[in-house]
């Protein structure tokens, strides 16, 4: 039988290799550990990249479902949902092209495009920053500002509706003016 210096030397050699194999799987799992972090992190900067580039694909497809390819203006559909959204004060502007289907048969369907262009081009030069301006029909545009007070229409909003349209009428071929409409409304909270 085994003497008791003997059992004694056994079990302190067991609690050694014990010992070291605890350390090899504590090494072994802050090693996981560490690696899980870095998965983790690679995870979420990708996440996050993912999210910034769907963020900037929604920008972009909003542009494109509310923007008019050809002039750069807002299109109907964005008009529409700006009007159900406005409150208070805003004003409008309707601008119709006079002539337009004579360029169009005359000069083709180029030419005509060309004249819308220029036309919304030389609307932009006269609106403020803040107002937007929309291609609402195939020869309509409409400026619409949400910023013209009640008190300031007289002064700023009423007379831009002339001065939009000298300055559009003189740019567009030499062949077409435009007719500009003004007004003003007030839109409570629903």
């Not at 085994?2 to 050694?16: C, P, Q």
């Not at 996440?47 to 807002?74: C, F, M, N, S, W």
């Not at 092209?97 to 004249?115: C, Y």
């Not at 003189?170 to 500009?180: E, G």
């Amino acid at each position: 039988m085994n003497t008791l210096s003997e059992i004694e030397v056994y079990y302190k050699k067991r609690e050694r290799r014990l010992i070291e194999k605890l350390h090899k799987q504590e090494a072994a799992l802050a090693a996981a550990n560490q690696k899980l972090k870095q998965l983790t992190e690679n995870q979420r900067a990708t996440v996050d990249e993912t999210a910034e580039q769907h963020a900037a694909r929604e920008q972009k497809l909003k542009e494109e479902l509310y923007r008019d390819p050809l002039t750069g203006a807002y299109n109907r559909r964005y008009y529409d949902e700006r009007l159900k959204n406005l409150e208070g004060w805003f004003s409008f502007a309707m601008i119709d092209m006079d002539n337009f289907k004579h360029i169009n048969d005359r000069f083709g369907h180029q030419a005509g495009d060309a004249a819308l262009y220029r036309a919304a081009q030389a609307i932009k030069s006269q609106i403020r920053s803040d107002d937007e301006l929309v291609r609402y029909g195939a020869m309509n545009l409409s400026c619409c500002s949400a910023t013209c007070r009640s008190r300031s229409w007289r002064r700023n909003c009423s007379p831009s509706a002339p001065r939009l349209t000298r300055s559009s009428s003189r740019s567009i071929l030499n062949r077409t003016s435009a007719r500009a409409s003004a007004a003003r409304s007030r839109r409570d909270a629903s």
